[in-house]
C-alpha cells in the first residue's frame, strides 16, 4: 500500500513516511484522495466565514507579525460595538462571523462580553468565532457565556525552542497549549494550526505539528504560507512555499476527515488561484472579509 491509501486508512505514518510525503514530486493523487474524503463528508459544501478585523492594536512582538507592538510605521485602528455590527450586518451570505485582532487590552472582558451579546441578539442564527490570542480562563470563559462558540488560536509551532525563537525569547509555547487546553475544556469548538516556512521551520518541526494535531484534534485548522512583512525583522526573509502549505492541507485533511479547514488569506495573497488550489486540495471553509475597507489596508500582519 502507498503512502496515501496507509494514511487515509490508519489515519497516521511514520516520520519518514510522513517525510516522504511531504517532499514527494507526485502530488496529484494525494490532492484527490483528500478531495475525495472531502465530497465524502461534506459534499459540495463550501462554509463561509465573514472576517471581522477589528483591531490591529497588539500588546505581542511576534517577529513575523506586522501587527507586533515594535511596529512604529503601522497606523492603529480600532472599531467600536456599533461599527462591528454594521460589519456583521453586510455578511449576509456567511456562515459564521469571526471578530479578529492582535491581543488588545483596550477591550475588556466586559467590552468584549458586551459585543459577542450584542451581535447574538441582533444575528441569532449567526456563530460567533473569535480569534482574539492568549487570556486567561476567566475571559475564554465569560466569551463563551455571552455566546461565542469557536475560537481559533494557531499554535505556529510545537517545537519550544522553534517557538521562542519566533517570539524573541519572550513567549512559551506551553502557555498556548495552556489556552488551546482551556478552550476546549470551557467547550469551544477550537481551532489551531500553523504557518508554512516561517523562518528556521524544519521539516521535522512540521512533523512534530502533525503529531501534535492528530493528538489534540482541533475542530478547525487554520493552515497557511507564512508571508514576508516588510515591517518586521523578518522583513528579508522568503515567503512559505505553496507547494508545501496544499501538501499540508491534504495530508490534515486525510488524518481529520471532519474538520473545518480554510482556504486562507495568505494562500490567496500567496497566489491569484490559491483559493481553488486550497480547495482541489481538501481545504472546504472560504473567508470573506467584513472588515471595513478604509481600515482593511491597515490589518496588515504581512505584505500583501
Ligand atoms: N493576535 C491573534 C490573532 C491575529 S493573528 C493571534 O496571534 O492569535 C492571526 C494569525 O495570523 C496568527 O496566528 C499567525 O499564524 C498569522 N500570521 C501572523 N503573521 C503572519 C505572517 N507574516 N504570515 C502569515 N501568517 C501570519
Ligand atoms: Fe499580535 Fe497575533 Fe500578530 Fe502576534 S500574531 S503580533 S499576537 S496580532
Redesign the pocket.
Known sequence: MNNVDRLRKNGTLTRGEFKALLTDKQGEYLFAQAREVTEQNFGNKIYTRGLI?FSNY?K?N?L????RCDNKKLERYRLNKEEILQCCAEGHDVDTFVL????DDFYTTEKMVDIIKAIRQRFPDYTVTL????KDASAYQAYYDAGARRF???H?TIDSGHYRKLHAGKREIATRIECLRQLKRIGFQTGS???VG?PWQTLDNIIDDIYFLGIFKPDML?I??????RD?P?ANRE??SLELTLRLLAIFRLMHPRVLMPA?T?LIFIHPQGREMGFLAGANVVMHSLTPSHVREKYR???K
Do not use: K
Request: aromatic share 10%; glycine share 18%.
Open positions: 478585523e497588539c505581542q511576534c513575523y507579525c506586522g501587527l479578529q485582532s492582535g491581543e480569534s482574539l490570542g492568549e481559533l488560536l494557531r505556529e494550526g500553523i504557518m516561517s487554520g497557511g504560507p507564512y508571508l514576508v512583512s518586521t523578518f515567503n512559505g486562507t495568505a500582519l504581512y505584505d
